[in-house]
């Protein structure tokens, strides 16, 4: 394959038209700037029926969502998160890269620091965020359940602390994921029980969405409006199952500023890659011309589909 990742059909892309969601990322919060609140989410997880690339299925979701709602909460913040388990897979919620810090059967692996969340049951993760702030995020951890259940974990810095940047005109997630048309549970129970590889997913996704390099997907792009000259903050997190993306914007420079939850010394990039689980805060600044003009954001694998090799 060449490196002209725009004009791939495996990669996935996405055109700067118009405004996703806009983040309230900022609640006023009740107690002392530094005492940290409790905030309280329910995690509902049911069936959902999701249709992509014309195939529409039934799918295991966290609220109805996909991908999952966000989480939003302020380092030093206690967060109680009751997860209730409406289907017929057991599964546990794992809280991907929070340290756990003397909670360590908040984290979520199943039958690692828990049993697994049975039918009908639910469980409390009680944990709090202690000297971590950037994006992480969270996803199911048993099984392949993490093809579909997964979202956000947004760690804004404590309240009056200001990042060490130029505050963002606004902050986006990005997330990637795989989009698979089959049941990803019988593609890795099938995988198991031949002892092959496992099929590989039918598209990437930013946001849920394939983009319209795939077939009957072009509705399906995730479509980012940014206003002239103003600075966004890209919360980027690799939530694929498997595979390492590289990630650019067309005639963009990004600006790393964050990883994993810790600040890094600012240094710019046109390209990056990242790995299933990790996380990164990149800066993206608009370019201050070219008014109406719309710029391909793309990611690839490193390796491509055995049938583009
Ligand atoms: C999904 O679609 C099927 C078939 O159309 C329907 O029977 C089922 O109720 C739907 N499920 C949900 C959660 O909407
Ligand atoms: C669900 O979890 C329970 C407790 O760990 C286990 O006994 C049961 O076999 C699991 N069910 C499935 C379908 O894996
Ligand atoms: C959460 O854990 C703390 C101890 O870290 C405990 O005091 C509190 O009661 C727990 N809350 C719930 C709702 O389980
Ligand atoms: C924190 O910020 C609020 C406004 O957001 C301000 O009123 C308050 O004085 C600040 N507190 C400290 C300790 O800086
Ligand atoms: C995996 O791919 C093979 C070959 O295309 C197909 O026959 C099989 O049904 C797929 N498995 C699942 C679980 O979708
Ligand atoms: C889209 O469909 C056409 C016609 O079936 C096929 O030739 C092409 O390879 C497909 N493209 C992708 C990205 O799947
Ligand atoms: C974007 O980059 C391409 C390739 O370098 C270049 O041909 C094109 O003129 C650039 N477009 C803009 C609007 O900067
Ligand atoms: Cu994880």
Redesign the pocket.
């Known amino acids: 394959m060449t490196n002209s990742a725009v004009s791939s059909p495996v990669a996935f892309m996405a055109v700067i038209i118009f405004s996703l969601t806009t983040l309230s990322l900022l609640p006023r919060l009740a107690l002392a700037q530094d005492a940290g609140v409790t905030r309280h989410y329910t995690f509902d997880i ?4 999701v249709s992509r690339l014309c195939h ?1 299925k ?1 799918m295991v979701t966290v609220n ?1 969502k996909y991908p999952g709602p966000r989480i939003v909460a302020r380092e030093g913040d206690k967060l109680l998160i009751k997860v209730v388990n409406h289907v017929q897979h057991n599964i546990s919620i794992h809280w991907h890269g929070i340290r756990q810090l003397q909670t360590g059967w908040a984290d979520g692996p199943a039958y690692i620091t828990q049993c697994p969340i049975q039918t009908g049951q639910s469980y409390v993760y009680n944990f709090t965020i202690v000297g971590q702030r950037g994006t992480l995020f969270w996803h199911a951890h048993i099984s392949w359940l993490r093809a579909t259940v997964y979202g956000p974990l947004i760690i804004l810095p404590k309240r009056n602390i200001s990042y060490p940047f130029a505050k963002p005109h606004k902050e986006v997630p990005i997330i990637f994921g795989e989009w698979f048309n089959a049941d990803p549970e019988a593609i890795i129970s099938q995988a198991l029980q031949t002892g092959g590889g496992p099929n590989v997913s039918d598209a990437y996704t930013i946001n849920g969405l394939p983009g319209l390099l795939y077939n009957c997907s072009a509705k399906d792009t995730f479509k980012l409006k940014v206003k002239p000259g103003k600075t966004y903050l890209l919360r980027l997190i690799n939530a694929a199952l498997n595979d390492e993306l590289f990630f650019s914007i067309a005639n963009h420079t990004l600006t790393i500023v964050e990883a994993d939850a810790i600040y890094v010394k600012p240094f710019e990039t046109d390209m990056l890659l990242i790995t299933p689980g990790q996380t990164t805060n990149v800066l993206l600044k608009a370019k201050p011309y070219f008014p109406g003009a719309t710029f391909l954001m793309t990611a690839r694998p490193v390796r491509d589909r055995p049938w583009n090799l």
Not at 46 to 49: A, G, I, T, V, W
């Open positions: 049911q069936l959902q029926n529409m039934s109805g």
